[in-house]
């Protein structure tokens, strides 16, 4: 098969959606190698984060001095032109995106859609962006033959608020970046911690720091605990909150900010952490869960939505403002051994369900089933 994709942040965003993409990248292309996979980037990126193998993985930017400079506009309908010259009878939009014109030209198209945050937290967003995504998603859902959820939540959130037909969605959840499942020695975690001046025992939290992500309650639940915390991100204004709350708190000493980890640094962080908190209000899924229970820590996060589904039934879950219910899990997890244990374990073998295999066999399942 020839595949085309919407790789736009498989070249230029290194968070959610980038992961996503290029970890999709990587296990279809590692599992299925007969195929070709072209990704249609509409500009170069400033920075490394994803290299074509040129094997079976191919980049392609735009090809005329318009496009180049006009490169939105190649996003939304020139690159389909490309698509035909490449012979590209399927195409995937990795993050709620499609060109307009695939189905006169006979291409057939698959979009993920990743979570409908901004509808359910509109405060969130500004108006402009609501409706920009609000109108991107609708038509990429409508013209799309099957839409990909990245899970249960996300489908029901499609079909409830795009008005989406059931049978036209199907749930395959992500996994994550073959490094959280890498086991480390004792010597890189030794030389980690002394980088980051890691304390011997912290709570772990990773992320954006931004209001959605709830960071703050965790710095309250730590307060009367003995125990640190660290949290790795980008800052946004939200942070703010947290570092007054710190100063008139006295906790200086015990909250970490961490930036510019690397993929390696961060896998060995999660293996050093007592804990995993991820109290976040809503995700399409929760990567970071993920990354968690593949390094064997203990997870614990909000008991509503999505969570549950990446969580699994060994992770501890709490109301996402509930302070003292967070406090008491999380002293729970730092003095039970036998707790502690069990949740590494059985959380790990949960995880299992979201190894690149299987999710590789099922997308091309999708890719095969449309290219009849």
């Known amino acids: ?91 995937h939009g990795l993050s709620g995106e499609l060109p307009s014109g695939l189905q006169s030209k006979g291409i057939k198209s698959i979009v993920t859609i990743h979570d409908l945050i901004f509808i359910r937290y509109p405060h969130l967003y500004s108006f402009f962006d609501r409706k920009i995504h609000y109108l991107k998603f609708k038509k990429a859902t409508r013209n799309a033959d099957l839409i990909l959820a990245i899970s249960e939540q996300t489908k029901l959130d499609t079909i409830q608020f795009l008005g989406v037909d059931p049978s036209k969605i199907k749930v395959i959840y992500q996994g994550c970046n073959a490094v959280f499942k890498t086991y480390f020695s004792d010597d890189s975690k030794k030389e980690v911690a002394e980088k980051y001046q890691l304390p011997e025992k912290f709570v772990l939290n990773v992320g954006t720091i931004e209001e959605r992500k709830n960071a703050l309650t965790i710095v309250k639940a730590i307060k009367n605990l003995d125990v640190s915390l660290v949290l790795i991100g980008k800052e946004t204004k939200y942070t703010a909150q947290i570092h007054n709350y710190i100063k008139i708190h006295n906790l200086e000493g015990r909250v970490h900010f961490l930036k510019n980890v690397s993929a390696e640094e961060l896998a060995i962080i999660y293996q050093l952490a007592s804990v995993f908190v991820y109290p976040s209000i809503f995700e399409g899924f929760g990567i970071p869960i993920i990354e968690a229970l593949f390094s064997k820590t203990p997870v614990i996060t909000n008991k509503n939505g999505v969570f549950p589904e990446a969580g699994g039934p060994s992770s501890l879950y709490i109301e996402p403002f509930d302070v003292d219910d967070l406090e008491q899990k999380i002293n729970q997890v730092l003095t039970d051994a036998t707790l502690s244990k069990n949740m590494r374990e059985k959380g790990f073998e949960f995880a299992q369900k979201f190894n690149d295999e299987l999710i590789a066999q099922q997308i091309i399942s999708c890719y095969k089933e449309l290219s009849k």
């Open 1 to 91: 098969m020839q595949i085309g994709f919407e790789a736009k942040r498989v070249f230029h965003n290194k968070t959610g959606l980038g992961n996503y993409s290029r970890d999709l990248i990587r296990i279809v292309s590692d599992y299925f190698p007969e195929n070709n996979y072209f990704l249609y980037n509409p500009k170069k990126s400033k920075e490394t984060l994803f290299i074509p193998n040129e094997n079976n993985v191919f980049e392609k930017n735009p090809r005329t001095a318009f496009y180049k400079k006009c490169y939105n506009l190649w996003r939304q309908r020139g690159v389909v032109a490309d698509l035909e010259k490449d012979q590209i009878r399927l195409f």
